[in-house]
T-cell receptor, first 118, second 113 residues
Framework: GAVVSQHPSWVICKSGTSVKIECRSL??????MFWYRQFPKQSLMLMAT?????????EQGVEKDKFLINHASLTLSTLTVTSAHPEDSSFYIC??????????????FGPGTRLLVL | GENVEQHPSTLSVQEGDSAVIKCTYS??????FPWYKQELGKRPQLIID?????GEKKDQRIAVTLNKTAKHFSLHITETQPEDSAVYFC????????????FGTGTRLQVTL
């Protein structure tokens, strides 16, 4: 149980285009989803916290108009990187936390999306 | 906000030896401390976690200890095996719906034959 999927796993795009990444909790309901960015050989940096049905909370320094987050249901959150530029190239990982019950506080991570902006 | 420091950044041990990774946190209110293992190019996987009402927790070859007074916690891996080679991240948070994890900088563990 507690499986999180992410799509796509890889994306290459031209500078200036927008990219949408989906994060789904497959076998549990997630009231809260988190979006992280990870550069090579570095730690996970939280970008934003996404609660179902409400606006996302962004970490300091993360542009909310550039990284659009939608959490429309208890099993789906999306991250859209708008007008992507080469410096946005990174590994984007989502995680989901269950809506109570036996899964507790644990965050379950998706497999990540590697974005390369040319 | 919370700040988590992790040491060492790299650790090389021989197969069968023990490995210890240490983390310190700054916010005394933090009460949930998970450890994640991340293999190259893959997702972080929870390997063990501990809450502040417990001082030690063990799961087979893996154990975590927590010292609330000193605000530090450690991961202990015994009888290391080559498949233990990965990057390990500690994290700290509050419990509750508003909580978010603050990660340490990671430790690259290499288990050599």
């Amino acid at each position: 149980g507690a499986v999180v999927s992410q799509h796509p796993s890889w994306v290459i795009c031209k500078s200036g285009t927008s990219v949408k990444i989906e994060c789904r909790s497959l076998d549990f309901q997630a009231t809260t989803m988190f979006w992280y960015r990870q550069f090579p050989k570095q730690s996970l940096m939280l970008m934003a916290t996404s609660n179902e049905g409400s606006k996302a909370t962004y970490e300091q320094g993360v542009e909310k108009d550039k990284f659009l987050i939608n959490h429309a249901s208890l099993t789906l959150s999306t991250l859209t990187v708008t007008s992507a530029h080469p410096e946005d190239s990174s590994f984007y990982i989502c995680s989901a936390r269950a809506a109570g019950g036996g899964l507790g506080e644990t965050q379950y991570f998706g497999p990540g999306t590697r974005l390369l902006v040319l | 906000g919370e700040n988590v420091e992790q040491h060492p950044s790299t650790l090389s041990v021989q197969e069968g030896d023990s490995a210890v990774i240490k983390c310190t946190y700054s916010d005394s209110a933090s009460n949930y401390f998970p450890w994640y293992k991340q293999e190259l190019g893959k997702r972080p996987q929870l390997i063990i976690d501990i809450r502040s009402n417990v001082g030690e927790k063990k799961d087979q070859r893996i154990a975590v200890t927590l010292n609330k007074t000193a605000k530090h916690f450690s991961l202990h891996i015994t009888e290391t095996q080559p498949e233990d080679s990965a990057v390990y991240f500690c994290a700290a948070s509050l419990t509750g719906t508003a909580s978010k994890l603050t990660f340490g900088t990671g430790t690259r563990l290499q288990v050599t034959l």
